[in-house]
């Protein structure tokens, strides 16, 4: 049972490059999250996909879009790489969106933009 | 603006010496509370979730409690595995939306 699983897990990019971090969940969870987490923030919420075919802005949407490519993928593509970027990036998945929902988060990709 | 505050942003315990963990909030129309517990290198991983005031839960050596304003994760006789950073999230329902805030977390060490 593997979960939520994020690729990479480490990237270094030079500003003004673009990339894809991908997730993928195998639970069947309708619900999936973009999360940053900086040292001294709390986890921020970047965009979410209450259910397959939708998506909408989180707390900090500023320079990255989201695909939700189907029911179990759900990446984060960054245009144009700004140090400002540079963080540990969560993806997480949930049974929906309503209620108190339990995240099931992955191992995590750090981002280094030079 | 809903907040969500941890204390103490770190705690340094012996092994067998028992502590609280505090995570105080302010938010409307609560829908619930969360523990997670995160390692070094790794996601976040659920431990409770707080519905009511008065309400508690218990896994092995952590019990977390929750009143109107705060709630606690208790830590009995801690052993060094027990050592990560505990985050607490709360849920909550406002104009039409589910709204989930975490706080920065407290970073445990439990030295042998």
């Known amino acids: 049972n593997a979960g939520v699983t994020q690729t990479p897990k480490f990237q270094v990019l030079k500003t003004g490059q673009s990339m894809t971090l991908q997730c993928a969940q195998d639970?069947?969870?309708?619900?999936m999250y973009w999360y940053r987490q900086d040292p001294g923030m709390g986890l921020r919420l970047i965009y979410y996909s209450a259910s397959e075919g939708t998506t909408d802005k989180g707390e900090v949407p500023n320079g990255y879009n989201v695909s939700r490519l189907n029911k179990r993928e759900f990446s984060l593509r960054l245009e144009s790489a700004a140090p400002s970027q540079t963080s540990v990036y969560f993806c997480?998945?949930?049974?929906?969106?309503?209620?108190?929902?339990?995240?099931?988060f992955g191992a995590g990709s750090r981002l280094t933009v030079l | 603006e809903d907040q969500v505050t941890q204390s103490p942003e770190a705690l340094r315990l012996q092994e067998g010496e028992s502590s609280s963990l505090n995570c105080s909030y302010t938010v409307s129309g609560l829908r619930g509370l969360f523990w997670y517990r995160q390692d070094p290198g790794k996601g976040p991983e659920f431990l409770f979730t707080?519905?009511?005031a008065g309400e508690e839960k218990e896994k092995e050596r952590l019990k977390a409690t929750l009143t109107k304003k705060e709630s606690f994760l208790h830590i009995t006789a801690p052993k060094p595995e027990d050592s990560a950073t505990y985050l607490c999230?709360?849920?909550?329902?406002?104009?039409?939306?589910?709204?989930?805030?975490f706080g920065k977390g407290t970073k445990l060490t439990v030295n042998p």
């Open positions: 997480a998945s949930s049974k929906d969106n309503s209620g108190a929902n339990v995240l099931t």
């Open positions: 707080l519905y009511s």
């Open positions: 639970m069947n969870h309708n619900s």
């Open positions: 999230a709360v849920q909550s329902f406002q104009g039409g939306s589910e709204k989930l805030v």
